[in-house]
């Protein structure tokens, strides 16, 4: 996704396929709970860093390595959701 595309997304708002989420340091369990609603459903994108009203918070780049290696591990941990996605 270009940068263009990922703010076009941003201001197109949330929808029932787009979540904001303003996790900025780490990974809090209101992301999962997204990522079980879109796993149910059609899929979707979680963009983090975002508050609700589309207000660009951005991630701590010093955090950046350590939510995807958390988000990955998790969603494909099966005791963490279950059945577990595989990325």
Do not use: W
Not at 8 to 27: D, P, Q, R, Y
């Amino acid at each position: 996704m270009t940068e263009t595309e990922l703010l076009n997304l941003i201001h197109g708002g949330e929808n029932v396929c787009v979540e904001f989420k303003k996790s900025t340091n780490a990974i809090t369990k209101d992301v999962y709970d997204t990522v079980c609603a879109f796993s149910n459903r059609n899929g979707g994108t979680i963009v983090l860093g975002v508050k609700d009203n589309g207000e660009i918070l951005g991630l701590s780049p010093d955090a950046v390595e350590q939510i995807k290696k958390d988000f990955v591990t998790s969603v494909n941990n099966g005791l963490k959701i279950n059945p577990p996605l595989y990325l």
